[in-house]
């Protein structure tokens, strides 16, 4: 096991570690309940301080839209039931990080999260009893105290026994380095340091082996180092496509096409130059509770 927190620590590079064979499923959660009913982020609310409202019409076509995307590539979709009163529960990278049996050496593994604010916490026992059903172990943070929000802030890198590690306003250090030590995986551990940028999967895209797509301000100066030593492919998205656009927030499921909220016209044409097929989706409805593509569906397996 080896944390990194500085490229003074990266003594090898990504041929050096492990293969492990990429995650070809997703889980979705039903937007029956979906909503902005409070606000836990910079995105939810207007210039006036006022609650974004949603067309929750509009918001499941826009759902199913992506669904469909990512079925027609191929990636096995399951759905789970939404839970109501839990409007969030729609961006369900967040309450789990599920572990691959290539990582755990037997049965996958799903670690519970600790989500930042308590208005989503029921959201963590609903996805863990889905994920049990489909075979995952269940497991928890030895303490209670220590903040981790799952696949918002733990991005497992494609084909390779690497975990990317979110530090911020959502996961703490901590949960990462017992994570870490338990399942003996090199794990590097990115500070974020711009509110807007909230989650790891606001500012990172894992999109191959040897490449991303990233927002580097968004990162701390050390982190931008360390996503420079291992990744040598680094596609960037302009500061109004991050910020505003939710660019970084994109999906790869299969190595060869990027899905990508509509109308980040730079970030698509750098995604094309580097030979990435890319696919528009329109998440609009979604981008008001602070979430686009990647939030929205929880990339496992295999099993």
Same mark, same amino acid.
């Given at each position: 096991?080896?944390?990194?927190?500085?490229?003074?620590?990266?003594?090898?590079?990504?041929?050096?570690?492990?293969?492990?064979?990429?995650?070809?499923?997703?889980?979705?959660?039903?937007?029956?309940?979906?909503?902005?009913?409070?606000?836990?982020?910079?995105?939810?609310?207007?210039?006036?301080?006022?609650?974004?409202?949603?067309?929750?019409?509009?918001?499941?076509?826009?759902?199913?839209?992506?669904?469909?995307?990512?079925?027609?590539?191929?990636?096995?979709?399951?759905?789970?039931?939404?839970?109501?009163?839990?409007?969030?529960? $729609?961006?369900?990278?967040?309450?789990?990080?599920?572990?691959?049996?290539?990582?755990?050496?037997?049965?996958?593994?799903?670690?519970?999260?600790?989500?930042?604010?308590?208005?989503?916490?029921?959201?963590?026992?609903?996805?863990?009893?889905?994920?049990?059903?489909?075979?995952?172990?269940?497991?928890?943070?030895?303490?209670?105290?220590?903040?981790?929000?799952?696949?918002?802030?733990?991005?497992?890198?494609?084909?390779?026994?690497?975990?990317?590690?979110?530090?911020?306003?959502?996961?703490?250090?901590?949960?990462?380095?017992?994570?870490?030590?338990?399942?003996?995986?090199?794990?590097?551990?990115?500070?974020? $340091?711009?509110?807007?940028?909230?989650?790891?999967?606001?500012?990172?895209?894992?999109?191959?082996?040897?490449?991303?797509?990233?927002?580097?301000?968004?990162?701390?100066?050390?982190?931008?180092?360390?996503?420079?030593?291992?990744?040598?492919?680094?596609?960037?998205?302009?500061?109004?496509?991050?910020?505003?656009?939710?660019?970084?927030?994109?999906?790869?499921?299969?190595?060869?096409?990027?899905?990508?909220?509509?109308?980040?016209?730079?970030?698509?044409?750098?995604?094309?130059?580097?030979?990435?097929?890319?696919?528009?989706?329109?998440?609009?409805?979604?981008?008001?509770?602070?979430?686009? $593509?990647?939030?929205?569906?929880?990339?496992?397996?295999?099993?």
């Amino acid at each position: 096991m080896t944390i990194l927190r500085t490229p003074a620590d990266v003594a090898f590079t990504l041929q050096d570690l492990p293969r492990i064979p990429r995650a070809d499923q997703v889980l979705m959660v039903d937007p029956a309940d979906y909503d902005v009913l409070f606000a836990i982020n910079p995105h939810m609310q207007d210039a006036e301080g006022n609650l974004l409202k949603v067309d929750r019409k509009e918001a499941r076509r826009q759902w199913w839209c992506l669904r469909e995307a990512i079925e027609s590539l191929g990636i096995h979709v399951e759905v789970a039931p939404p839970l109501e009163g839990f409007p969030d529960i $729609v961006f369900c990278a967040n309450q789990v990080l599920p572990v691959s049996s290539a990582i755990t050496g037997r049965a996958p593994m799903a670690i519970a999260s600790h989500m930042a604010s308590d208005l989503r916490a029921a959201e963590v026992p609903h996805i863990m009893s889905f994920l049990r059903e489909l075979g995952y172990q269940p497991s928890a943070l030895k303490s209670r105290d220590i903040k981790m929000e799952g696949m918002g802030d733990g991005l497992w890198h494609p084909g390779r026994r690497l975990l990317w590690a979110g530090v911020g306003p959502r996961s703490d250090d901590a949960a990462w380095v017992e994570i870490a030590k338990r399942l003996d995986v090199t794990t590097a551990l990115l500070p974020l $340091v711009d509110p807007d940028f909230y989650h790891l999967d606001t500012a990172l895209a894992m999109l191959a082996e040897d490449t991303c797509l990233w927002y580097p301000p968004a990162l701390s100066k050390d982190a931008q180092e360390l996503v420079e030593a291992l990744i040598p492919n680094r596609i960037e998205a302009p500061e109004i496509e991050s910020r505003r656009g939710f660019a970084c927030n994109a999906f790869c499921p299969d190595g060869e096409t990027v899905l990508i909220q509509q109308g980040n016209a730079i970030t698509k044409d750098r995604l094309e130059t580097a030979g990435f097929r890319v696919r528009e989706l329109n998440t609009s409805e979604f981008m008001k509770s602070g979430g686009s $593509v990647f939030c929205m569906k929880l990339q496992h397996g295999p099993d």
